[in-house]
Structure formats: C-alpha cells, structure tokens
C-alpha cells in the first residue's frame, strides 16, 4: 500500500514542475522493487568484497538501475533532462539539508573544496584516490557520536523523497568498510543515488519509501577512516546522477546544500 503514497506523493512533485507531465504505472509485469533492492544490495556488497570484476559489476548495475526507472516511470517525458532538473532544484525547495539542527556552515572545506570526483570508480573498490562528496561535521569534540551541546545523536534526514535501496547496519571496528554504516536512496525523479555514510544507526529498510526530511540514521564514526581518532564526526554524502545508459557519474551537492531547507 505504500506505493499508493508514494504515487500521491510524486504525482504531486510533478503537478507542481510541470502539468504535462505524466506518470504511467507500468503494472504487475515489471520486477518489484523489493527485489530490485535485493539485487543492489548483493551487488554493491560483491563489489565491497572486490568479489566482482567490474565490467561484470557496471553491466549488473545498468541492468538493476534500468529496471528500477522502468518500475517507477515509463512516459518518456518524465525524466528530466538536467536543465529541467536544475530548474526544478532551483525553484522548488526540492532538498531539506540531511542534518538536523544543522547548516551549511558544517560542511567541510571552503566552498564546497572537499569535492573531488576524478578517477572515481563505483566498481573497482581498488580505486582510492577520489572523494566525490560532501563531508558535513557535528560538533562532537569527544568523539562520542552525541552533539556536545545536547548530548542527543544528531538525525540524518533525506535530502529528498525516495525508495531505500540498500542498507548496511551492522559495521565493526577493524572492517575495511570505508562507508561503514551506509543508506542508499534512489529518488525517481531526480533519477540519481543518494549515499549517506558513516552512520551510527540506521532507521530505514531497503523497499522503504522515505520523504524529503525524514529521519533515516544518526549520524556516527563508522567506516575504516572514520573510526580513527583522527577524523572528525561527520556523514559522508555522495550522490550519483544516473545516465541515459543506467551508469552513475557523481555530482557535487554543494549549491543544492546551500539552498537546503533546515529542520
Ligand atoms: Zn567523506
């Protein structure tokens, strides 16, 4: 019953951009999303463990990434193109900032520097050089994961509306995990992945629909850097644009963080 919701709710983000817009149901015929998040969450996991050539990686994550926009859109005037998807981002108050109580003072670097996404590879775990994210720090000065002002863990809320496609929960000191304990959202109609890592616990179920500003974890030092005394609290945030092919190219966040709206 929760697609119900879910359409109500996308059909009106849409009413809102562009009213011929129009959003076909593609029926009983297509894999369930259920299953669609099954399949990342094995993928991404092989990948992890380097259990998976990359070619063979890229080609399963079109195949997941094609049907899961097939599960969710099929007029071909839904998907935006970019200048569409900017304009949308840029008159809407589409994003809530994934921090509560938080703004975009907390990101780390100077405007936005701590971005690089050159020579990133979602597929060869192998490849180290690049960040293609936002780091954003809580003020966490004994390294407990609790704000030092409240003592209260501090909320990671989704940036946008979209389905949880995969979940890890159960990170331990001495992984090799970079993310630690990660969330990934797909947003439809952004058609992009949003990656919120390092986090402490995790709320949400991969198969679950989440709305802008909802709480999916609490922000942690999980993750084989982040766990060292050296790195400051923070989420790591990544998003990834998908292309017309199904792959992913990473994009920096740091002007949609600026126009967040703040819980
Ligand atoms: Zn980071």
């Known amino acids: 019953m929760r697609w119900i919701g879910f359409l109500g709710a996308l059909?009106?983000?849409?009413?809102?951009?562009?009213?011929?817009?129009?959003?076909?149901?593609?029926?009983?015929?297509?894999?369930?999303?259920?299953?669609?998040?099954?399949?990342?969450?094995?993928?991404?996991?092989?990948?992890?463990?380097?259990?998976?050539?990359?070619?063979?990686?890229?080609?399963?994550?079109?195949?997941?990434?094609?049907?899961?926009?097939?599960?969710?859109?099929?007029?071909?005037?839904?998907?935006?193109?970019?200048?569409?998807r900017d304009s949308l981002v840029r008159h809407f108050g589409y994003f809530v900032f994934p921090l509560r109580n938080y703004s975009p003072d907390a990101i780390g670097g100077s405007r936005g520097n701590g971005y690089h996404s050159a020579g990133f590879d979602l597929f060869d775990y192998r490849v180290r050089c690049s960040h293609p994210a936002q780091d954003i720090f809580i003020k966490d000065r004994n390294q407990d994961c609790l704000e030092d002002q409240s003592d209260q863990p501090v909320d990671v809320l989704s940036m946008t509306n979209g389905v949880v496609l995969s979940i890890k929960t159960d990170w331990k000191p001495g992984q090799e995990y970079r993310g630690g304990n990660w969330v990934w959202v797909y947003d439809p109609l952004l058609d992009g992945l949003f990656y919120y890592a390092h986090n402490n616990a995790v709320l949400v179920r991969p198969g679950q629909w989440v709305q802008a500003g909802d709480k999916l974890a609490e922000v942690g030092r999980t993750g084989y850097n982040a766990y060292k005394t050296r790195s400051p609290t923070h989420l790591h945030l990544m998003y990834l644009q998908l292309q017309p092919d199904g792959l992913p190219k990473p994009y920096n966040t740091y002007r949609w963080l600026l126009g967040a709206k703040e819980l």
């Open 11 to 84: 059909w009106m983000s849409l009413a809102n951009t562009a009213s011929s817009q129009t959003l076909v149901w593609t029926g009983e015929t297509a894999p369930n999303v259920d299953s669609l998040c099954q399949r990342f969450q094995e993928l991404y996991v092989q990948i992890r463990e380097e259990a998976i050539e990359p070619d063979s990686a890229r080609y399963q994550f079109r195949q997941i990434m094609q049907s899961l926009r097939s599960r969710f859109q099929s007029a071909e005037s839904f998907r935006l193109d970019s200048a569409r």
